[in-house]
């Protein structure tokens, strides 16, 4: 069974970047993964899928400002030039043996 | 445009029942496997369970919390996928979000499909969510 690691939280200044990890547990890095974020008092929304090669498919209307990467066991999401509404809440999930697993979700904050 | 409405929930004595339904618009529904999630107040994102396209054979996988009690359907004449929920405690108080999930890696013959040897489920489409509250 795949585990999802996830720092609780992050912030970065307006205008500038930062870079949110998901971490892979042993065994199970060459999994893909997806990111979603979860603006506040909103629902959920899917951002990308990501694969251990580092490439990434969008969602329909995720700003140019998302990408992803990845290295080893790590899975990366960076948003470039932050807005003030990109204060959210990231989740991973991935898909292993019939069941969806969860990262805990990294809030980040734009300062 | 490609749309996931929920709806059906409410609130409910511990112990009874409640059907949720998500209607899907702007894609091929019956092409598509469809999962439930639920977000307790002020908590992460849970998978709830989820249910094949019917190809695929539109069977249904369900998270440990939740079986024997929930039951995933779906209705591809309506594109409507539901969520029936029996025995509700009150840890199940949530709110309640469908998704479409799109295979990656499965494959069709002329007469079956199948998943593959590394087939990826990934939730690509969200609903707005249903509240579901279950208290006495």
């Known amino acids: 069974q795949p585990v999802l690691t996830q720092s609780s939280s992050a912030s970065a200044s307006l205008g500038s970047s930062v870079k949110l990890t998901c971490t892979l547990n042993?065994?199970?890095?060459?999994?893909?993964i997806a990111w979603h974020q979860q603006q506040p008092g909103k629902a959920p929304r899917y951002l990308m899928k990501l694969e251990s090669s580092g490439s990434y498919n969008k969602g329909s209307g995720v700003p140019d400002r998302f990408s992803g990467s990845s290295s080893g066991a790590d899975r990366y999401l960076t948003i470039s030039n932050l807005q003030s509404e990109d204060e959210a809440d990231y989740y991973c999930a991935t898909w292993d043996s019939n069941t969806r697993v969860f990262g805990g979700g990294t809030k980040l904050t734009v300062l | 445009e490609v749309q996931l409405v929920e709806s059906g929930g409410g609130l409910v004595q511990p112990g009874r029942s409640l059907r949720l339904s998500c209607t899907a618009s702007?894609?091929?529904?019956?092409?598509?496997?469809m999962s439930w999630l639920r977000q307790a107040p002020g908590k992460g994102l849970e998978w709830v369970g989820f249910?094949?396209?019917?190809?695929?054979?539109?069977?249904?996988e369900y998270a440990a919390s939740v079986k024997g009690r929930f039951s995933i359907s779906r209705d591809d004449s309506k594109s409507i996928a539901y969520l029936q929920m029996n025995s509700l405690k009150t840890e199940d108080t949530a709110v309640y979000y469908c998704?479409?999930?799109?295979?990656?890696?499965?494959?069709?013959?002329?007469?079956?499909?199948?998943?593959?040897?590394?087939?990826?489920?990934?939730?690509?489409?969200w609903g707005q969510g249903t509240t579901v509250t279950v208290s006495s």
């Open positions: 249910i094949r396209s019917k190809p695929f054979g539109g069977t249904t």
């Open positions: 702007g894609f091929t529904f019956g092409d598509s496997a």
């Open positions: 042993s065994g199970h890095s060459s999994y893909i």
């Open positions: 998704t479409r999930d799109t295979l990656y890696g499965g494959y069709c013959t002329s007469t079956s499909c199948y998943e593959g040897s590394y087939y990826y489920y990934n939730m690509d489409v």
